[in-house]
């Protein structure tokens, strides 16, 4: 069974750099049609979609966040990474990594790291 663990800093700083890494187990990030994406709940708002990476390593981006964020992985080590640049409070959120067999459709989760942006 797949299982998807987020890590990363719980604060930062507004104007700097939000780094979070998904760490997989149980299956592989390269496995086909196999799509992970990062996805986000501000506090008392819905589920955010922020991108992909699928299998092959094709990236897509929510068009909203696409001037600030990036998402790679290592293969190496099964993770995924997300970047998101030049943070603000509004950035404030629960986020999550996911897998799903298709776009936008999620059959794991992990358990979601909150990151609060404040000075």
């Known amino acids: 069974q797949v299982q998807l663990q987020e890590s990363g800093p719980g604060l930062v700083k507004p104007s700097q750099t939000l780094s979070l890494t998904c760490t997989v187990s149980?299956?592989?990030?390269?496995?086909?049609?196999?799509?992970w994406s990062w996805i986000r709940q501000p506090p008392g708002k819905g589920l955010e979609w922020m991108g992909v990476?699928?299998?092959?390593?094709?990236?897509h981006y929510s068009p909203s966040l696409k001037s600030r964020t990036s998402i790679s992985r290592d293969t190496s080590k099964n993770q995924l990474f997300l970047h998101v640049f030049s943070v603000t409070p509004e950035d404030t959120a629960l986020y999550y990594c996911?897998?799903?067999?298709?776009?936008?459709?999620?059959?794991?989760w992990g358990q979601g790291t909150q990151v609060t942006v404040s000075s």
């Open positions: 990476i699928d299998f092959s390593g094709s990236i």
């Open positions: 149980g299956g592989s990030i390269t496995t086909n049609y196999h799509y």
């Open positions: 996911a897998k799903g067999p298709w776009y936008w459709q999620y059959d794991y």
